[in-house]
Structure formats: C-alpha cells, structure tokens
C-alpha cells in the first residue's frame, strides 16, 4: 500500500499561480496523498481561492507573513500529527510538477533506508530546454550554488546520484530524517527566506543522512515570483545575510580556514560587480546583509555545537564534495 504524502505549500499573493500547481499535484499517479497550504496573510484573495475551489485542501489562515521557513513548519508540524504521513512534498506556487514526480522520488526513498531529502530534475517553467536546478551545494568560495543552472538539457548527461543537498522548489524529505532533527522544526526560522532549504540539507549531509537528485522525476519552476514583488534589493539582502548564517552554523571550521581566501577573493569580485552594474546602493544593500549576518553569529552558536556533536563527516570528505560541485556519488 502507498505511504503518505504530505504536500507542503506556502503562499505569499499568488493567487493567479495556485491553480495550475495544486492540479499538477492531484494528477499525480501516486494518490495517497493530503495537500496542506499555508497563507501569509495575501491581499490578493488567495486563500479564499483555494477555499472555494480546493475544499480537500487542509488551509491555515495566517495573519502575518511568516516567511517560507515559518510556514512551513507550521505544515510540516501540522502534518506530523498524522502518523500516517510518510513524506513531505515542499512545492512552491510557482512550480509545476510532472505526474510521475512524486512516484519517481518515493521509489528512490523507499529504497533508501537513510534517505533525507530528494529532488528531481527542475527545468525552467517557461523554457522546459533550460535546467533551473539538479542539486544545490558549498561552493569552495562558500557560496550556496544550483547546479547545472542555465545549462541545456539535452547537453548534460542525467543520471540519479547522491549529491550535497536538494532545491526545497520542488522535493520530498522522509518522515524519518524529520524525526531525527536535533531541533524542533525541520526549517530554522531565523532565516526566513533564502537558504534555509540549503541550511537543511547540510545538516543532513552532516549528520550522515543521504539527499538524492533523482533523473526521471521532473519539475518546472519559475523562480523567486513572490520576492520579485518585494523591492528590487529584498533577495540581495536575505540571500546575502542568510549565507553568512549559513557559513557560521554548518561548515568546519578546517574547511573555512581552507577556503578563506577563494572568499575574499568572491566577495571583491562581487562586490565590484554590483558598483560597476548597479550601483552604489545595491552595494550598500549586499553588504548590510553581510554585516547583519555575520554579527547575528551568535545565534548560532548552540546550533553550530549540536550540529559538529552530531556530524558524521570529515573536514577533508566534506572539502572534497565542495570541490566535486556537490557530487557524492
């Protein structure tokens, strides 16, 4: 008999997007499944959309933006009390799925006792020759990367492997690594938006657990549509504050002294980049990120000790992965 899945939606005014994601996840060939959707406090009426016209789905009225991480722990806890549920799907609104996604990835987990988190192939929703994301990763300069981003699909070879850590876009972590968390909720909610599905994936990897990128399991995503409603700087900041979180509260301290300089050497770079292509302020932005992360450090120390008390991971194997793009095997 099929296990249970929970799908996981946070929505943040994207009522025109609903539709066409919550039907890609009713017309999956996998039907044991419950959808639950979170709404941050919309103004665009989507919550009573969904009311309307998905009444089997489980819907939370927030009266506040509570961000991706928050909000999806209040599903994820939510669906917790069923003992039934098995998986949790996480689909942004702006992602579509193909019908044999999710059989594709539980295939995958259900093989995989030590199986975390899985994520198929993400091909760009507009154009479907594009690949949005295979895997995510630490890149030797310590900054978070979506592998095979703009690449052509039909010039990469595809192949199902173990990698570093999955996009949360479009994937499915097991009830069993949840269970297993040394905090209460899967997502650290002082992140907010940006990286926090990075931040889960490392724990993972530290923690000796398996993330997979699945071939034939597929995906379409838009990208960042609820932050391009935001001012022009509101991903620069997050991302820029969260990956200096992200640094502090999951790599070695071997592997930062290793990569110290491949990082001054990035920030230089990018930081001239932003001055010469958009100007003084967006610089001012990226770097208020910088600081504001960097000085919340101490937010993370516990977490930071936990996770290293928990690790199951070398210095040297997690440098080597960094430098393989994610690539375990």
Known sequence: MEKKIAYIIVCWNNKNLLAECLESIKAQTYKNQIIYLIDNDSHDGSADFVEKNYPEVELVRAHANHGFAKGNNILINKALEDKSVAYFALVNTDAVLASDWAQKLVAVAESNPKAAALQGLTLDYFNHRIIDSEHI???PNLQSTQYGYGELVDKVNLSTRLVMGVNAAATIYTRRFVDAQPEQNLFDESFFMYLEDVDVSLRAFNM??????????????????????????????????????????????????????????????????????????????????RFVGFFRGFLYVNKRRKIASRSKVVSDYFYNVMNRKGILG
Request: charged share 20%; glycine share 4%; net charge positive.
């Open 208 to 289: 000796g657990w398996s993330n997979y990128f699945v071939a034939d399991a597929t995906a379409y995503h838009m990208g960042s549509v609820s932050s391009k409603k935001q001012s022009s700087d509101f991903s620069l900041y997050w991302t820029s504050r969260n990956q200096a979180a992200l640094v502090m509260k999951n790599i070695p301290t071997r592997v930062l002294l290793r990569c110290a300089s491949k990082f001054i050497k990035f920030e230089l770079h990018f930081i001239k980049h932003l001055r010469i292509n958009y100007g003084k302020k967006t610089v001012r932005t990226y770097m208020k990120g």
């Open 137 to 139: 990763y630490i890149a």
